[in-house]
């Protein structure tokens, strides 16, 4: 199986595109892969407690592990207390670890 890292850049509440990636993301994760996203820039919007967006909400259910970037978090206010169950902040290094161990990565 394969390693991969999903970024998310972009608002779910304002790009579509977002409902692709993390469908792409959750059939990876289903077909047995290691799956990890990365929410980085407006795409931290849904890391917040009272946001709810369908398609990253089942993600979080299923178990992929999700991180928000703490720069991204801390420009948007956000508080990491403020972040739903089993969203942990991290840096952007994370990006750079994933491709120096040979991670599939995947920014939108």
Not at 1 to 9: E, G, K, N, R, V
Not at 19 to 33: K, S, V
Not at 35 to 51: D, E, F, I, S, Y
């Amino acid at each position: 199986m394969s390693d991969y890292l999903f970024i998310q850049s972009q608002d779910p509440f304002t790009e579509v595109r977002t409902e692709h990636q993390f469908a792409l993301a959750g059939q990876l994760y289903d077909a047995g892969h290691n799956v990890r996203l990365l929410l980085v820039q407006n795409g931290v919007t849904p890391a917040h407690k009272g946001a709810r967006s369908v398609h990253f909400d089942k993600l979080l259910k299923w178990g992929v592990p999700v991180l928000a970037d703490n720069f991204s978090l801390k420009q948007r206010q956000i508080l990491e207390k403020d972040l739903k169950e089993n969203i942990a902040s991290s840096s952007l290094d994370t990006v750079i670890d994933a491709l120096l161990d040979g991670e599939k990565v995947i920014w939108n």
